[in-house]
């Protein structure tokens, strides 16, 4: 099955770029996710991208995807202490219509 | 609007009991999701419902868990001779099961504690 690794921590300075990445191992993904989790809270779909693309923004959010090596990316600028929480890459195959999620990446902003 | 709602938040049990966990979806989503989250790791799969019907449970770990969706609406997670390993929080969403991309809708999540 489906493999989705994440690193687990990531610390960064108020108003710095992150770079949350993501790699997986099945070729015939399709949907790729990335969901934002925080403390108490349901996972919340934050951004999406289809395998036919390479990139995709929105507004802070920038989603990478090199099919190649298999491997995702989020980043986010100009990040924010609310921004501080658990994400989580999630990857579909072949209309499976279900995810299987890494283990969470927890960032943390400081000022 | 609503979103997902689950009861209860926390559950407390004995080894052995039974325990039932339920999840009211985002009324019009034909998809519903069981997922069980262990401290530190993402949602792990349990069972995909379409409808009234499990399209996949595939991921329920052993014949101690069952879930039903009588109606296609509310569902509930069954767990019979709850066991410590089933401590977890477990999650439900719901999506809509149309469009090419599924987003799903996360409920807060039920806290299960097996003594």
């Known amino acids: 099955g489906e493999d989705v690794e994440q690193s687990l921590f990531l610390s960064v300075r108020e108003g710095d770029s992150s770079v949350i990445n993501c790699t997986y191992t099945?070729?015939?993904?399709?949907?790729l996710y990335w969901y934002k989790q925080e403390p108490g809270a349901g996972l919340q779909l934050l951004t999406y991208?289809?395998?036919?693309?390479d990139m995709k923004q929105d507004q802070r959010l920038t989603v990478l995807l090199n099919k190649k090596d298999k491997h995702l990316s989020l980043r986010i600028a100009d990040t924010q202490t609310g921004d501080s929480a658990i994400y989580f890459c999630a990857v579909e195959s072949g209309g499976s219509y279900i995810p299987t999620f890494g283990r969470g990446t927890s960032l943390i902003v400081h000022p | 609007g609503a979103g997902v709602s689950q009861t209860p938040s926390n559950k407390v049990t004995e080894k052995g009991k039974y325990v039932e966990l339920r999840c009211d979806p985002i009324?019009?989503?034909?998809?519903l999701y069981w997922y069980r989250q262990s401290l530190g790791q993402g949602p792990e799969f349990l069972i995909y419902?379409?409808?009234?019907?499990?399209?996949?449970d595939s991921g329920l770990p052993n014949d101690r868990f069952f879930a039903v969706r009588p109606e296609g609406s509310v569902s509930t997670l069954k767990i019979q001779r709850t066991e410590r390993g089933d401590s977890a929080v477990y999650l439900c969403a719901s999506s809509s099961g149309q469009g090419g991309y599924n987003e799903q809708f996360f409920g807060p999540g039920t806290r299960l504690t097996v003594l």
């Open positions: 991208i289809f395998s036919n693309m």
């Open positions: 419902f379409q409808g009234t019907g499990a399209a996949d």
């Open positions: 009324s019009g989503h034909t998809a």
């Open positions: 099945d070729s015939s993904s399709t949907y």
